[in-house]
């Protein structure tokens, strides 16, 4: 084999293998993203301080990733994962904050 078609040949895996990285979230991506983020708005749900917005952007993204728009669904599954995250966070400093504003 000469080493232009070596070089080709190599290039050509290269672009193959580096295509499928570059290609998008898929299906399983999504699935993921969606099961993260609705594990994080449960737990938010449990500490009695889920935010408002999460529980649609769940839905959003279930919506997108039914079109076939992974990379939006990974996006908003994403967001709310952060916001449920974020709520959890707020009702742990919450249930020491308080002690702080109670007058003595």
Not at 20 to 48: N, P, S
């Given at each position: 084999?000469?080493?232009?078609?070596?070089?080709?040949?190599?290039?050509?895996?290269?672009?193959?293998?580096?295509?499928?990285?570059?290609?998008?979230?898929?299906?399983?991506?999504?699935?993921?993203?969606?099961?993260?983020?609705?594990?994080?708005?449960?737990?938010?749900?449990e500490?009695?301080?889920?935010?408002?917005?999460?529980?649609?952007?769940?839905?959003?993204?279930?919506?997108?990733?039914?079109?076939?728009?992974?990379?939006?669904?990974?996006?908003?599954?994403?967001?709310?994962?952060?916001?449920?995250?974020?709520?959890?966070?707020?009702?742990?400093?919450?249930?020491?904050?308080?002690?702080?504003?109670v007058?003595?």
């Amino acid at each position: 084999m000469n080493i232009r078609k070596q070089a080709s040949v190599s290039v050509a895996v290269l672009l193959l293998a580096t295509g499928t990285a570059l290609a998008g979230a898929g299906t399983a991506d999504a699935d993921a993203a969606i099961a993260a983020a609705e594990a994080a708005r449960k737990a938010a749900a449990e500490a009695k301080f889920e935010w408002n917005t999460t529980a649609p952007l769940i839905e959003e993204a279930k919506a997108a990733a039914a079109a076939g728009d992974f990379d939006k669904a990974v996006d908003l599954a994403t967001k709310a994962k952060f916001q449920g995250d974020a709520a959890v966070a707020q009702a742990k400093h919450e249930a020491e904050a308080w002690k702080g504003a109670v007058i003595r």
